[in-house]
C-alpha cells in the first residue's frame, strides 16, 4: 500500500495468511492481517474467516506472508482464536503427505483431523428488522407465526423456526419475509466445547471464628435440616484437606440440593466451581509388569537389535503367544526417554480390554482416543497431548489417533495390522492407518512395530524383501497347544438330515459337552440381522430397498425389513406386497437367526449377540465383554468384531457357521481375508491349560484356504496367494488407484464412466481395468461405476497421480459430466 505525505512516498507493508478452509478446495484461501496480528500469529492457529456472502469458517493458518492474491481482494480476517498453535510444524508436515498420496484436499484433511468441537461454524440468527413497518395483513400464516414470536423474543435460530413451524424446510418461508424487508439475518459463531466445571461449597470467611460458628448453630437451631448441613461440612473439612464437592455434602448429610442453595443465598456457604478432566483414572496403585518368557525375551531382543537397522518391524506371533507384554516391556523404554507411544487398535471393542491392562501397569499415563468418546473428551485429550501432559504420555486408539498432535513421539505400535478396519473409506481422506503411521513414525524419526497372528500380504511381503525387519513367535504363551481344526461338509449333513436348522449334530454334540464343563462357547456368522432376504412362497417376490440395488435384511428383534447400505427401513410384512399370499420365508441367515436357534438348543444357559445392533451405545462394547469375561455369558454369537484380539480365558469351543460366504465374496482378497478371519477367529479358543476346538462348516472342506486354516499354515497361503497376485498383477506386485463415478442418471454414469476410462487407456494402456459396475451398482439412489488402474513398480506414482488429475480436470470442463462426482480411492484394498 503506498501514502503520499508532504511529497513523500511511503510504502506499508501489507500482511497477508493462507488459511486451510474444513471444505474440500484445492487451494488455499488467503485473508489479509494487521500487521500486529502478523505478529502474534503462528502457524497452526485457528481464525474465523468470512467465505462466501455470509459464512463464517474456522481456518487454520498455512503460511504467513506479505503476497496479496493476484485474482481477489483479500478479505479481512473475523478474530483470532488461539493463543497458541492447536498443530504443529511435524503435523502440517503429516497432512500435507495425505493430502498429496490419497489425492484429497488439505481442508478434507483438517475436517477429519481436528474434532469438530474445534471447527467453530457460524449459525444464521434471525432478528424482526425494526426500521420496516408491515401490516399483519400482508403476511402469510407461516411468516405471521415467525414475526409473531419474534415480538416476544429479540432473536431465533434456524431450528427454532423449523420447530415453530414444525417442518424441516422454513427457507422459502425466511425468503419470503426477507423480501418484505420484515426481518434482518445475522451470521453468530458458536463454541461446541465446554470445560467440564464440578460445584464446589466452603463456608463463609465470617464464621472462621469459633464464637461466630457457635452463633450459628443457635441461629440455625429452628433449622435442622440447614444445621445437619453445615454440620456434616465440618465432618467432611476434618476427615480430608481435599476441597469439598456438593455432591459429596448431599450425600454424606442426607439433604437436597434446594437446602444447599438456601445456605449459600443466606451466605453461610459460599460455591465456586473448578475445571475437571471428563475422563479420570480411577484405578488404584500400577503393578510392575509380568515377567517374559523364553520366547517373549527372545522376541524382544530381536525386535530391539532390528528396530536399530530398521524404521519398521513385523512381530509375527500366533494367537495367544503374549505379543501385548512385549510391547508393554517397550512402551517401558520408550517412556523412560520422555516420549510418546501411539498404540493402534483396528476396532474400539479392543480398547476395551486393553485399556485396563495397560492402565494397571502405567496408571493415568494412558490416555484413549476414538469415536466413541464424545467431543468434549476427545478435545481434552487433544489437548493434553498437545500440553505433552504425563497424563497423555500413552495414547491408545482407533485410526483417527494418528491425526492427533504428538511433539516427542518414539513408538508406534499398530497392533492387527492386518484389519480392513485401518482403510478409512468414506469420507475423504482415504487414508490406511497403517501406511500414514509409518509415514508419521519418519517424520518423528521413532519408530514403528507392527504386530499380527497373520500378517497382510503387504507387510509380509515387505519383510521378504528387507524393506522391514521380521520377528517370528511360533508357540503360545505358556506352551500351550493350539486348538484343534476340525472341518465339517455341510453337503454331507444336509443329505442325512443331521443339521439342526443352521447347525450340524457335530457343532451341537461339542457345544453341548463344553458347556457340561462350564466352558463358554463362541458362534461366527459374518452378517447381521436375521436373515438377508424374505421371498413369497408363491410369486417368489422378494421386498426391495427403494434407494439401493439390495434386497431388505429382516431383523427379528425390531420386527423390521432394514436396509444395511442407506438404512432405509419398513415393519415386517406378515404378506407378499405383490400377490397378498401370507406364505413368506427367509432365505440365509445372521448373527440373530443362530441367537435364536442356540437359545432353542440350550434354553437354560445365557446367549448373547456382539454385533453391530447390539453395540452401539458408549458403553456397549465394555458391557458385553465384561460379561463374556466374568462367565455371565455362555454363548457368544457375532460378527467379525469376534475376531479381532480379544483375550478370554474360558472358551473351549468356536463354531465358524459357513465359510463359503467369505471364501466366495468377489474381491482378489477374498482368501487372504477368509484365512485372516477364520485364523483369528480360531485363536479366540484354548487360551489356557485346555485344548480348544474349532468347528468350521462348509459345503467345501477340501479348498485349500480351509486346509490352510486347519493346519495353521500361513507360509503356504502367502506363497499362493503371491502367486496369484504376480499372475493378476495385484498388490503388493501391482499398485491400485480405484476410481469410482456416482450419479443419479444412470445412462450420465455409463457415457461419463466409457469417456474416462478410454482418456485413461490412451496414458495407462492396457492397466486400466473397466469401467464396471460393482456388485450392488445402485447405492442411496447413486448409480456407482468402476474404473481401476494398476500401476507397476517401476511406473512413477507421482507422475501417475498428475496424469489422473488432469484426466479429471478436462472430464470436469464437460458440462454433461460436471454433476457425475468422482471419488478417487488410493491403494484401495
Same mark, same amino acid.
Given at each position: 500500500m503506498v501514502f503520499f505525505i508532504n511529497g513523500f512516498t511511503f510504502t506499508l507493508m501489507q500482511h497477508f495468511i493462507d488459511v486451510i478452509l474444513p471444505i474440500p478446495l484445492e487451494r488455499l484461501f488467503t485473508y489479509s492481517i494487521t500487521p500486529a496480528e502478523a505478529d502474534f500469529l503462528k502457524v497452526g492457529m485457528r481464525v474465523a474467516v468470512p467465505f462466501g456472502k455470509s459464512k463464517i469458517y474456522t481456518g487454520l493458518v498455512y503460511k504467513i506472508h506479505t503476497d496479496a492474491p493476484q485474482v481477489y481482494e483479500a478479505k479481512e480476517i473475523h478474530?483470532?482464536?488461539?493463543?497458541?498453535?492447536?498443530?504443529?510444524?511435524?503435523?502440517?508436515?503429516?497432512w500435507q503427505w495425505i493430502a498429496s498420496y490419497y489425492m484429497c484436499t488439505l481442508g478434507e484433511v483438517l475436517r477429519a483431523a481436528l474434532p469438530s468441537a474445534f471447527l467453530l461454524e457460524s449459525e444464521t440468527v434471525i432478528s424482526k428488522n425494526e426500521s420496516g413497518i408491515i401490516?399483519?395483513?400482508?403476511?402469510?400464516?407461516?411468516?405471521?407465526?415467525?414475526?409473531?414470536?419474534?415480538?416476544?423474543?429479540?432473536?431465533?435460530?434456524?431450528q427454532d423456526i423449523s420447530n415453530i413451524l414444525d417442518k424441516k424446510n422454513v427457507l422459502p418461508v425466511l425468503h419470503r419475509l426477507l423480501k418484505k424487508n420484515a426481518i434482518s439475518l445475522q451470521e453468530e459463531i458458536y463454541e461446541k466445547y465446554r470445560p467440564k466445571l464440578v460445584r464446589f461449597v466452603?463456608?463463609?470467611?465470617?464464621?472462621? =471464628?469459633?464464637?461466630?460458628?457457635?452463633?450459628?448453630m443457635e441461629d440455625l437451631s429452628r433449622a435442622p435440616k440447614q444445621r445437619d448441613v453445615v454440620l456434616s461440612f465440618y465432618s467432611l473439612a476434618a476427615s480430608s484437606s481435599k476441597p469439598i464437592k456438593v455432591k459429596e455434602l448431599i450425600k454424606k448429610s442426607k439433604s437436597s440440593s434446594a437446602i444447599i442453595r438456601t445456605?449459600?443465598?443466606?451466605?453461610?456457604?459460599?460455591?465456586?466451581?473448578?475445571?475437571?478432566?471428563?475422563?479420570?483414572?480411577?484405578?488404584?496403585?500400577?503393578?510392575?509388569?509380568?515377567?517374559?518368557?523364553?520366547?517373549?525375551?527372545?522376541?524382544?531382543?530381536?525386535?530391539?537389535? =532390528?528396530?536399530?537397522?530398521?524404521?519398521?518391524?513385523?512381530l509375527h506371533g500366533v494367537t495367544s503367544s503374549g505379543k501385548t507384554e512385549v510391547y508393554v516391556k517397550l512402551?517401558?523404554?520408550?517412556?523412560?526417554?520422555?516420549?510418546?507411544?501411539?498404540?493402534?487398535?483396528?476396532?474400539?471393542?479392543?480398547?476395551?480390554?486393553?485399556?485396563?491392562?495397560?492402565? =494397571?501397569?502405567?496408571?493415568?499415563?494412558?490416555?484413549?482416543y476414538h469415536s466413541k468418546y464424545s467431543l468434549n473428551e476427545r478435545v481434552e485429550v487433544w489437548q493434553k497431548v498437545i500440553e505433552q501432559s504425563d497424563k497423555a504420555q500413552i495414547i491408545l486408539g482407533a485410526r483417527s489417533s494418528i491425526f492427533l498432535p504428538f511433539t516427542e513421539l518414539g513408538l508406534i505400535i499398530v497392533d492387527e495390522e492386518h484389519e480392513l478396519s485401518y482403510k478409512q473409506f468414506d469420507p475423504a481422506p482415504r487414508y490406511h492407518a497403517r501406511d500414514t503411521a509409518i509415514v508419521l513414525s519418519n517424520i518423528h524419526k521413532a519408530k514403528t512395530l507392527l504386530g499380527s497372528a497373520t500378517p497382510s500380504l503387504e507387510s509380509y511381503f515387505n519383510c521378504k524383501n528387507h524393506k522391514y525387519g521380521l520377528v517370528e513367535m511360533h508357540t503360545r504363551f505358556n506352551e500351550v497347544l493350539p486348538p484343534e481344526v476340525e472341518l465339517v461338509d455341510l453337503k454331507e449333513k444336509y443329505r442325512k438330515k443331521l443339521m439342526k436348522g443352521h447347525l450340524s449334530d457335530r457343532l451341537i454334540e461339542e457345544m453341548r459337552l463344553a458347556l457340561d464343563e462350564d466352558q463358554q462357547v463362541i458362534l461366527f456368522q459374518n452378517r447381521r440381522g436375521f436373515s438377508p432376504i424374505v421371498e413369497c412362497r408363491t410369486c417368489g417376490h422378494s421386498p426391495q430397498c427403494p434407494n439401493c440395488d439390495v434386497s431388505l435384511t429382516y431383523h427379528?428383534?425390531?420386527?423390521?425389513?432394514?436396509?444395511?447400505?442407506? =438404512?432405509?427401513?419398513?415393519?415386517?410384512?406378515?404378506?407378499c406386497q405383490a400377490c397378498r399370499s401370507p406364505h413368506l420365508d427367509t432365505k440365509g441367515f445372521g448373527t440373530e437367526q443362530i441367537e435364536e436357534e442356540a437359545k432353542a438348543l440350550f434354553p437354560e444357559h445365557k446367549v448373547a449377540r456382539m454385533d453391530l445392533d447390539t453395540t452401539r451405545g458408549k458403553y456397549a462394547y465394555e458391557n458385553l465383554i465384561t460379561s463374556f469375561e466374568q462367565q455371565e455369558i455362555d454363548i457368544l454369537v457375532g460378527t467379525q468384531m469376534l475376531t479381532k484380539g480379544l483375550d478370554f480365558r474360558h472358551i473351549k469351543l468356536v463354531g465358524v457357521m459357513n465359510a463359503d460366504s467369505m471364501l466366495n465374496f468377489p474381491d482378489f482378497r477374498a482368501h487372504e481375508r477368509s484365512y485372516q478371519l477364520m485364523a483369528q477367529v480360531a485363536g479366540r479358543a484354548g487360551r489356557t491349560d485346555k485344548r480348544g476346538l474349532v468347528l468350521i462348516q462348509s459345503y467345501n472342506p477340501f479348498h485349500r484356504i480351509l486346509q490352510q486354516v486347519s493346519t495353521n499354515d500361513y507360509l503356504g497361503m502367502y506363497t499362493e496367494q503371491l502367486d496369484q497376485r504376480y499372475n493378476y498383477?495385484?498388490?503388493?506386485?501391482?499398485?491400485?488407484?480405484?476410481?469410482?463415478?456416482?450419479?443419479?442418471?444412470f445412462n450420465r454414469v455409463n457415457t461419463a464412466s466409457d469417456w474416462l476410462a478410454k482418456s485413461l487407456r490412451q496414458v495407462f494402456?492396457?492397466?486400466?481395468?473397466?469401467?464396471?459396475?460393482?456388485?450392488?451398482?445402485?447405492?442411496?439412489?447413486?448409480?456407482?461405476?468402476?474404473?481401476?488402474?494398476?500401476i507397476p513398480k517401476e511406473q512413477s506414482l507421482e507422475k501417475t497421480k498428475e496424469a489422473i488429475l488432469k484426466i479429471k480436470d478436462s472430464f470436469l470442463a464437460i458440462k454433461d459430466f460436471r454433476a457425475v462426482k468422482i471419488v478417487l480411492n488410493v491403494d484401495s484394498y
Open positions: 478474530q483470532i482464536l488461539d493463543e497458541l498453535p492447536l498443530v504443529n510444524d511435524k503435523q502440517m508436515k503429516h401490516s399483519d395483513e400482508s403476511l402469510k400464516d407461516d411468516e405471521f407465526l415467525i414475526y409473531e414470536a419474534l415480538h416476544h423474543q429479540s432473536s431465533l435460530k434456524v466452603k463456608l463463609n470467611d465470617s464464621y472462621s =471464628s469459633e464464637s461466630s460458628l457457635q452463633q450459628l445456605l449459600i443465598d443466606k451466605g453461610i456457604l459460599a460455591e465456586y466451581h473448578l475445571r475437571t478432566d471428563r475422563v479420570v483414572y480411577s484405578g488404584k496403585e500400577t503393578v510392575p509388569s509380568k515377567t517374559l518368557n523364553k520366547e517373549q525375551g527372545t522376541a524382544l531382543r530381536n525386535i530391539t537389535k =532390528s528396530l536399530e537397522t530398521k524404521d519398521v518391524v513385523l512402551i517401558e523404554e520408550v517412556i523412560k526417554e520422555n516420549k510418546q507411544v501411539l498404540y493402534l487398535l483396528p476396532e474400539i471393542a479392543l480398547t476395551t480390554q486393553l485399556i485396563s491392562r495397560l492402565q =494397571s501397569y502405567f496408571g493415568e499415563k494412558v490416555a484413549v427379528q428383534y425390531k420386527q423390521q425389513l432394514r436396509c444395511h447400505y442407506c =438404512s432405509h427401513n419398513i415393519a415386517a410384512q406378515e404378506q498383477k495385484y498388490p503388493p506386485i501391482y499398485r491400485i488407484i480405484r476410481i469410482t463415478l456416482r450419479h443419479k442418471d494402456r492396457h492397466n486400466v481395468l473397466g469401467p464396471e459396475f460393482p456388485p450392488i451398482p445402485r447405492i442411496r439412489n447413486q448409480y456407482n461405476k468402476i474404473v481401476l488402474i494398476k
